[in-house]
């Protein structure tokens, strides 16, 4: 695991017809980017749904950057009920999307297995704001729930190991489940989706409730009487204690 370039982000505040907000981008992909790229009605047919894991907020889109995923920020549990999309307004450095391009540019510039970020943006409306996020694809990526039934799988472990970088980076995933946890073609595993996420002082109790979250939603994923995640999430447990001993170990020598 090596560093990589930083992206040298753009910040650009803009009015129209819809209101006001901002957009934050990589120049160096999206040289001409515009709030309308976070629009899905701006990809039109090209936008493809990500059907696993989210609430169908999520698509697949391509342009001269490459290939990349458009997500919407939804909200979940009681909250969906008063508005599906809409974010009390609290300030520009409390926008979700924000948040999550600069954190994901951060951990994406340290060399972590995390898609870059290629632009975030907001619109105000009222008190509230909409967000969205556009992010690199991962070519092949297939989601770990893929192995429930394979505990023997390379995966599991690749996965611990992403995992424990992560971690050892001080960085807590605010929802680690196993449609968030992507392995590529050779193998590798990556991380996906860190809004809320945040950086946090080493601690054993947030590490152990972040692999508690991916269990649960591992055993949730498998149903009763099917229980070979078992066998590989201990796999990934293992390969998780060993590779973040060797990172701290490591970390205190130098």
């Keep these: ?26 120049p160096a992909r999206l040289p001409q980017a515009t709030p309308d790229w ?3 009605a701006f990809w ?15 698509w697949f889109v391509q342009g001269e950057f490459g290939e990349g995923v458009l ?3 939804r909200r979940g549990g009681m909250a969906r009920h008063l508005s599906a999309d809409r974010y009390l307004w609290l300030g520009p450095g409390r926008v979700r999307s924000l948040r999550e391009f600069h954190l994901m540019a951060e951990l994406h510039a340290a060399g972590l297995r995390v898609p870059a970020p ?15 996020i556009l992010v690199e694809r991962i070519p092949g990526a297939r989601p770990l729930h893929d192995w429930l039934d394979e505990p ?15 971690h050892h980076a001080g960085v807590e995933h605010a929802d680690l489940n196993a449609h968030n946890v992507l392995l590529d073609d050779d193998g590798w595993a990556w991380l996906i989706d860190f809004d809320r996420g945040r950086r946090r002082p080493p601690a054993a109790a947030w590490r152990k409730a972040n692999l508690a979250r991916l269990a649960r939603s591992l055993a949730k994923l498998a149903g009763p009487g099917r229980d070979g995640w078992k066998a590989g999430f201990e796999r990934l447990r293992h390969s998780y204690e060993r590779t973040l001993l060797h990172a701290d170990d490591h970390a205190r020598r130098d």
């Design 44 to 58: 039109g047919e090209g936008a493809q749904p990500v059907v696993a894991g989210g609430r169908g907020a999520a």
């Design 152 to 166: 023997a799988a390379r995966a599991w472990e690749a996965a611990g190991m992403s995992i424990a970088q992560l």
């Design 71 to 73: 997500r919407h920020y």
């Design 1 to 26: 695991m090596g560093t990589r370039p930083a992206i040298a982000a753009i910040e650009k505040t803009f009015r129209d017809a819809g209101g006001d907000g901002a957009i934050v981008f990589d």
């Design 118 to 132: 290629l632009m975030a943006g907001y619109r105000r409306e009222g008190l509230g704001y909409r967000a969205a």
């Design 38 to 40: 976070l629009e899905r």
